[in-house]
């Protein structure tokens, strides 16, 4: 990946982990099925109408926006509405990165360097240290759920990778008007369930002007945007040389949510955060086979000439 590449690809991720500050400040008096349901519905429209089909048949791209909308947010959804931390959800949703590895090497055939394989395994350690050693307690349901959500999006990111859309922003926008429907399904039935009766007061209720700036920032921002970078980037790099930098967005939560609303960092989520970050870094160094420190500052000064 080219330095452009990466920059965008972190600058993404960064922004995906600052968005869940961006739900919770916008999520009063709206309900969060409602939301997820204008994010995507605004991100479609009106652009579809004046936005080429992607070179993909339209089942495919429907798939992507079910699995992506109702399956990845709707289930991330409903663990938060009955419980989990956000986030704790957006952390373990991460684990979507070594699903998505697994499959970049298992069923396509990608190749995973040594200092890929060393980085990954000191940003796993990160993860397992972040996850395990949290102060907040995890419901069981919850977690699983999150889990299956992080299969749904490795399942979106092995769509994006065999079917390669030539236009990043077409298909985002395509697959996108696919998600309202399922999701509006599932708020439906969980309000059943944790209400007994179907409360289409709640689901369709009309958001504050917080809600509609976290709503307009999700859609252009977070998916349009994202999603897109997110998109022509596996579709031009592969999935190994992309998924990993998912792991950035449970670090840049934990940073948004202690700056924005104090939330407390303790030593041992401080040192995970180190270690993701340490990880990344050496995924984006040279090969680290036979690296040595002259070696790095030849080829910086050839650079530089």
């Known amino acids: 990946m080219s330095l452009i590449a990466r920059l965008l690809v972190i600058t993404v991720v960064i922004t995906w982990g600052f968005n869940f500050v961006v739900i919770r400040w916008g999520m009063e008096g709206i309900d969060p099925f409602t939301m997820t349901t204008l994010r995507f519905l605004l991100t479609s429209l009106p652009l579809v109408f004046f ?19 109702a399956g990845l947010w709707g289930l991330v959804n409903i663990a938060v509405s009955i419980g989990t931390p956000a986030g704790l959800a957006s952390l373990l949703l ?4 070594f699903f998505t590895l ?3 090497v298992y069923l396509f055939e990608e190749s995973l360097s040594f200092n890929k394989k060393v980085g990954l395994t000191v940003a796993f350690s990160g993860f397992l240290i972040i996850l395990f050693y949290r102060q907040i307690s995890l419901p069981l349901f ?4 999150i889990l299956v959500a992080a299969v749904f999006w490795t399942l979106c990111n092995i769509i994006i990778r065999k079917y390669k859309p030539e236009n990043a922003v077409s298909f985002i926008v395509w697959s996108s008007l696919f ?7 599932i708020s439906l039935v969980q309000s059943y369930f944790t209400k007994g009766v179907i409360d289409i007061e709640s689901i369709i209720s009309f958001p504050t ?30 999935l190994s ?16 949510g202690w700056f924005f609303y104090n939330e407390t960092l303790s030593t041992t989520s401080l040192i995970g955060v180190a270690l993701i970050m340490l990880g990344l870094c050496l995924l984006s160094f040279p090969n680290l086979k036979g690296f040595s420190l002259r070696g790095l ?8 000439r």
């Open 51 to 69: 936005i080429k089909k992607p070179n993909i048949k339209l089942s495919i791209v429907a798939l992507h926006g079910t699995l992506f909308g």
């Open 94 to 97: 991460q684990a979507s990165a």
């Open 102 to 104: 697994l499959a970049a």
């Open 142 to 145: 919850g977690g699983f759920l």
């Open 179 to 185: 998600v309202p429907i399922p999701v509006l399904l």
């Open 209 to 238: 002007t917080n809600g509609w700036l976290s709503i307009l920032f999700q859609s252009y921002v977070i998916t349009l945007f994202g999603y897109g970078v997110w998109t022509w980037a596996i579709t031009k790099h592969g």
């Open 241 to 256: 040389n992309v998924a990993p930098y998912s792991l950035l967005v449970p670090v840049s939560g934990l940073l948004s």
């Open 297 to 304: 500052t030849r080829k910086l000064h050839n650079k530089a």
